[in-house]
């Protein structure tokens, strides 16, 4: 019987990669209209480089940016890519379709949910808050909160902890197969795959399901817990 959902936030409840590509791209128009003397192509090509060395979720990129390429930092430039990042982050920061009634609908059936994320703290509550999930889950676990990421069963531990449900009564839902699916796996989880958030579209995957829309996950609990009851 299935008495828990854990959900990975990025490309599983909202479309992070999108965002992200959508703010990076809002912040270096902006930088180059006040004063950035180099092309969309060069900065967004420097930028790309520093998050594959420090991490999607480095917050001073555009700080080392200017550093590393005019030698200082440009208060007026860099202010000016925050803000057009931020105002770009907020409109395109939403969650796929049918997640809110699907998470909804889990709530009605007093499932006990939780998020999991490698993000910090901040960053992960920034993202529920905008999407207004703030209200939605009953613990959420973060990088911060057990200094380990995914597949380490840490956070997925801590997750459980919280909301009081034992591994074989809990269903992990993530997009990354070698983290979320795992990671699940391997502290007694049943786990289901989210493919309409891959971003890779080529990862191994073993999960014991395979949603194409997040409404599956419905039908699937819905299935488990009148075949346990």
């Not at 006040?34 to 480089?49: E, K, M, Y």
């Not at 049943?190 to 990862?203: E, L």
Request: glycine share 4%.
């Amino acid at each position: 019987m299935i008495k828990a959902v854990v959900f990975d936030l990025d490309n599983t409840l909202v479309d992070f990669m999108a965002m992200k590509r959508t703010a990076v791209d809002a912040a270096v128009t902006a930088m180059i209209d006040a004063g950035f003397d180099l092309t969309f192509g060069q900065v967004r090509s420097h930028i790309d480089r520093i998050y594959n060395e420090q991490g999607i979720e480095y917050q001073r990129v555009f700080d080392q940016l200017l550093q590393e390429t005019l030698g200082r930092v440009d208060y007026k430039i860099l202010s000016s890519g925050i803000i057009a990042y931020r105002r770009a982050r907020e409109a395109a920061l939403k969650p796929y379709p049918h997640v809110t009634a699907t998470v909804t609908e889990l709530m009605r059936r007093n499932i006990k949910l939780a998020v999991v994320s490698d993000a910090p703290t901040q960053e992960a509550w920034l993202r529920l808050c905008y999407i207004n999930f703030h209200h939605f889950f009953d613990a959420v676990v973060t990088f911060d909160d057990t200094k380990e990421r995914k597949p380490s069963p840490k956070p997925f531990l801590a997750a459980l902890a919280k909301v009081g449900v034992e591994p074989h009564h809990a269903m992990m839902v993530g997009d990354w197969a070698e983290r979320d699916m795992v990671g699940a796996k391997n502290v007694g989880m049943q786990t289901a795959f989210a493919k309409y958030g891959d971003a890779f579209g080529n990862q191994s995957v073993t999960a014991d399901y395979v949603l194409e829309d997040i409404t599956d996950l419905l039908s699937i609990i819905e299935q488990q817990n009148r075949t346990t009851e």
